[in-house]
């Protein structure tokens, strides 16, 4: 069974303090792993993709990397305007094609100005 | 961004009654997908549909069905409202074209209370 696992739960942050946000997956093997932002009250915003090991992306603060076992969401210089709720999933090989996704709980990102 | 849209966007109903949510797209996305969001499980899915009149089931499916029949809107429907289906649902469409033919784009959510 697929399984992803974020933290930490909450992470609080002094604006300009950079830090990572950790999602650990256990996949019979990686189709793909998605970063997502979410606002209260709002629907998940799509942020990355990646699809191999050694991978990176970035979005202005936000790098996202990737090895075989985990991904890591840097986030560089934050701004209280990166305040939300940061939602990892992973995508599994094999199977069918309707692309399901195995989300973990979440991080709670608060930035202090 | 996609857009998807979803109605209504908060709806208060009682245990035993049926209860419809709707989601629009119109990003022409072949493949539409339903999901909940509860605190302490994330989100799951419940449904999901790769076309028109061609769904199948999610994780989570109990108590729920679906019905696809145009490609831009995507019917959930609770039979008979139960208090464990109080939840936040999230509509989600696919597109399998372009740059961004692997991800998930999601609606604003509806948030359901049944009493």
Not at chain 1, 46 to 70: D, N, P, V
Not at chain 2, 69 to 91: I, R
């Amino acid at each position: 069974e697929d399984q992803v696992t974020q933290s930490p739960e909450a992470l609080r942050l002094q604006e300009g303090e950079s830090s990572s946000l950790n999602c650990s997956y256990t996949v019979s093997g990686l189709r793909g792993l998605f970063w997502y932002r979410q606002d209260p009250g709002k629907g998940p915003e799509f942020l990355f993709t990646l699809y191999s090991a050694g991978e990176e992306k970035e979005k202005e603060r936000l790098k996202a990397t990737l090895t075989k076992k985990e991904s890591f969401l840097h986030i560089t210089a934050p701004k209280p305007e990166d305040s939300a709720t940061y939602l990892c999933a992973v995508q599994a090989e094999g199977g069918t094609s309707y692309g399901k996704l195995t989300f973990g709980q979440g991080t709670i990102l608060t930035v202090h100005p | 961004d996609a857009g998807i849209t979803q109605s209504p966007r908060h709806k208060v109903t009682e245990t035993g009654t049926p209860v419809t949510l709707r989601c629009h797209q119109t990003e022409n996305h072949r493949y539409m997908y339903w999901y909940r969001q509860d605190p302490g499980h994330g989100l799951r899915l419940i449904h999901y549909s790769y076309g028109v009149k061609d769904t199948d089931k999610g994780e989570v499916s109990d108590g729920y069905s679906v019905s696809r029949s145009k490609t831009e809107d995507f019917l959930l429907t609770l039979e008979s409202a139960t208090s464990s289906q109080t939840s936040v649902y999230f509509c989600a469409t696919r597109g399998l074209a372009g740059a961004t033919y692997n991800e998930q784009f999601f609606g604003p959510g509806t948030r359901l209370t049944v009493l």
